[in-house]
């Protein structure tokens, strides 16, 4: 399984981006997807999943961010609205299947 992110950029605090992830190769395998992010210095860190048409948020994007896709066809898109200095970060997607598998990350940075 290979996850490609994309919708990364530079955006001015409390704008809005929406980063896609889509997989491709066996995507019959994945069971669940998620986004984690990595701020500089700090270890990645879980902010959205999904699976079985569940969805968890962390308490920090909780109200601001939207995780919706399709996880039998491998996608899962994160809608970031009102975001702030704090959500600069590299943003990760992820699947889970016979093995965890990541995308090479996007670049996110919100500026004041």
């Known amino acids: 399984v290979q996850l490609v992110e994309s919708g990364g950029g530079t955006v001015q605090a409390g704008g809005s981006l929406t980063l896609s992830c889509v997989a491709s190769?066996?995507?019959?395998?994945?069971?669940?997807m998620a986004w984690y992010r990595q701020r500089p210095g700090e270890g990645r860190t879980l902010i959205a999943s999904?699976?079985?048409?569940?969805?968890y948020y962390a308490d920090s994007v909780k109200d601001r961010f939207n995780a919706s896709g399709d996880i039998v066809r491998g996608t899962l898109n994160l809608q970031m609205n009102n975001l702030k200095l704090e959500d600069t970060a590299v943003y990760y997607c992820?699947?889970?299947?016979?093995?965890?598998?990541w995308g090479q990350g996007t670049q996110v940075t919100v500026s004041s």
């Open positions: 992820n699947a889970n299947g016979p093995y965890g598998y």
């Open positions: 190769g066996d995507t019959i395998c994945i069971s669940a």
């Open positions: 999904s699976t079985d048409g569940n969805t």
